[in-house]
C-alpha cells in the first residue's frame, strides 16, 4: 500500500514538472533541449523521503516509458542540417535514409535506434522520434561506438588514449591476438554545376590501419605490410598471388582474411 502510494505521488510529481517544462520549451527558439537533468534533480529527492530501493528501480523504468524518448540523453545533440544538393552520391554510409542501428552513447548502450553515419563529416545522426527528414548530430566525444548494418564503428580517441595520429570514427574489421584492422571510410566533395543548378558529389575511398604493437600503421599497400613483417615476406607474398581475385572483386575482406593470415603465423 505504501508502495502504491509512492508510486502515485512520483507519478504526479513527474507529469507536472514534464508538463511545464514542456510548456516552456515551446517559446525557445528551435533546438534540441534536454531537461532530464532537472527532473532528475526533482526525482531524487522525492524519492529520498518516501522510497524503498525497489520502487527506485520502478522510477527508473517508469521514467523512460512516461516522459518518453525526447529527454534521453542520446537526444543532446544539434539539430542536423544536411546543405548539399545531391545528385548521384551522397555523404553517408550505405544510403542517406536513416537505418536501423545501436549506438553506445554518453555511458549508455541504445539499441533498435535509426542512425545514419555522414562519412564526410564524420558524425554519426540519430532520427528524431523515428522521422526520416529530422535528426539531430550526436557529440562524437560522447559516442563509444556504434553498429550499422551489422559493421562496428568505434570512437579511435575514446577506445585508444595513448597518442596517435589518427582520431574519428573506424570500421573495426578484425580483432586479433597480436594485430588488428581498421577501416576509415573517407568521402571527398566537389561542386560540379549542371545548368544552373549547383551540385555536391562525393567520391568514397579509404584507409586501412593496422594496430600491432599499441601503434597504428597505414596498410593500404602490399609493400606497406610487408615492412611491417619482413620475416612474412614470402608468405604475404604468396597469399597476394593466390587470393587476387578476392582482393579485386572483394577488397574489404581480402583485407581482413590476410590479417588473419598474418596474425595466425606470428
Known sequence: MRKDIGRSKIKTILFIISFKLKLYCKNLPLKITNYSTLIFILLL????SFCQTNVKKDVSNYL???????????N??????DPYNLKNTNNYYLNKNFV?????YDNQLYENILVKYDIYKDELVKSFENNNTFGITLINEKTDYFLIDDKRFVNIDNKYKYPKAIT??????????NISLYIKHIKTAKETIIETTLYTEFKEYNNYQLLYNSKFTSVNTQKEILA??????KEIKEYYKK????????PYQFKADLIKFIDNNL
Open 76 to 81: 543532446n545533440g544539434k539539430i542536423h542540417i
Open 243 to 250: 587470393n587476387k581475385i578476392q582482393e579485386e572483386t572483394n
Open 100 to 104: 536501423n542501428g545501436s549506438v553506445f
Open 228 to 233: 611491417i613483417f619482413p620475416p612474412l615476406k
Open 45 to 48: 529527492f522525492s524519492i529520498n
Open 64 to 74: 523512460d516509458k512516461t516522459i518518453g524518448e525526447e529527454i534521453l540523453n542520446i
Open 168 to 177: 574519428g570514427f573506424f570500421e573495426e574489421k578484425y580483432l586479433g591476438k
